[in-house]
């Protein structure tokens, strides 16, 4: 590896793209915007779960990230510095709500409880009890506190790395692995007699 190439990790589009926009060329800004909204509101989501606010924080997202695309170093991708504002921004919305970003309430078992369990026949067909299955995930990924589902859903959905999910987020790469963890154990604790055991 070349020392003196301590940004390779950042491809060259993602250069280029930066160097458009930062020079003001026609639609450069609106195709980073296109490039990157849906892990923009992925993050945003997964943190708020709320759509008007989701829609509202991913445009105050792309606004900062206007605004301060001159300060990005190419230290990291660039996928992963504007989901670090959508992170940041998003954390700063539930903060201001007071609304817990990690440690699970007690409540928080009771929240899984199903409002609408639908009981299928013994003799459900394999495509039902699938649907079945991921419907429970869904609920019970939902119910984990905001920074517990956002670190799930970044690793194992968007299968970001730690150390880019640590990036993006300023957490240290062993407290996510330790949110990670405590995460799995939860879902696996309540969904194991629900659908039997979750790998």
């Given amino acids: 590896m070349d020392p003196a190439a301590p940004t390779d990790s950042v491809p060259a589009d993602d250069r280029a793209l930066v160097a458009d926009v930062l020079a003001g060329r026609a639609g450069a800004f609106?195709?980073?915007?296109?490039?990157?909204?849906?892990?923009?509101?992925?993050v945003v989501q997964r943190m708020v779960r709320h759509p008007e606010d989701t829609r509202e924080l991913c445009q105050e997202t792309f606004l900062r990230v206007h605004r301060s695309l001159h300060q990005?170093?190419?230290?990291?991708?660039?996928?992963?510095?504007?989901?670090?504002?959508?992170?940041?921004?998003?954390?700063?919305h539930l903060e201001r709500r007071r609304i817990r970003l990690a440690e699970p309430s007690a409540a928080d078992a009771d929240a899984l409880a199903p409002a609408e369990r639908v009981a299928g026949p013994a003799d459900v067909q394999a495509e039902a009890e699938a649907h079945e299955r991921e419907r429970w995930l869904h609920a019970a990924i939902d119910a984990l506190p905001p920074l517990q589902r956002t670190l799930l859903t970044?690793?194992?959905?968007?299968?970001?790395?730690?150390?880019e999910i640590a990036t993006m987020t300023g957490i240290q790469e062993g407290t996510i692995k330790s949110h990670l963890f405590r995460s799995r154990q939860r879902l696996r604790a309540w969904l194991a007699p629900r659908i039997g055991e979750v790998a």
Avoid: M, N, T
Wanted: charged residues 25%; hydrophobic residues 45%.
């Fill in 30 to 42: 609106e195709r980073l915007v296109r490039q990157h909204q849906g892990l923009c509101w992925h």
């Fill in 72 to 92: 990005y170093r190419f230290d990291a991708p660039l996928k992963a510095w504007i989901a670090q504002v959508a992170f940041s921004i998003a954390r700063r």
């Fill in 154 to 163: 970044l690793y194992h959905l968007d299968e970001l790395s730690i150390p």
